[in-house]
């Protein structure tokens, strides 16, 4: 039968990475956006485990590399994202990756 929460999805906060690879690198220019299915109100967002400030708005354009998450009011903590500063990167798709699927790498620098 159709299972309502995969481990990916037992979150209900996600915190999206755009352009959508991961390990997400700086240079990228990265923006991050949460979203969470709890009730309207202002994002609090975290950076390297600190509590970095809280915005009407729930995306950014990323200026420093780090280990960031979110917080909406309703659905809690995002899973963590990281934006490196490396000078050379393997990257995947930013999505759920099943065993069997076709993948594209990029390796970058």
């Known amino acids: 039968g159709w299972c309502p929460l995969s481990p990916a999805g037992a979150q209900t906060t996600q915190l999206l990475v755009e352009p959508p690879w991961r390990p997400a690198v700086l240079w990228d220019r ?12 202002a994002t609090t967002w975290y950076k390297d485990g600190q ?11 990323v200026t420093k590399s780090g280990t960031y998450t979110c917080d909406r009011p309703g659905s809690g903590l995002s ?3 990281r934006i490196s500063n490396g ?16 993948v594209t790498l990029r390796c970058r620098r």
Do not use: I
């Open 87 to 102: 000078p050379l990167v393997l990257q995947v798709p930013a999505r759920e990756l099943l065993e069997g699927d076709t």
């Open 51 to 61: 509590r970095w400030g809280q915005s009407s708005h729930n995306h950014f354009l």
């Open 79 to 81: 899973p963590l994202v």
């Open 30 to 41: 990265v923006t991050l956006t949460c979203q969470g299915s709890g009730t309207a109100g």
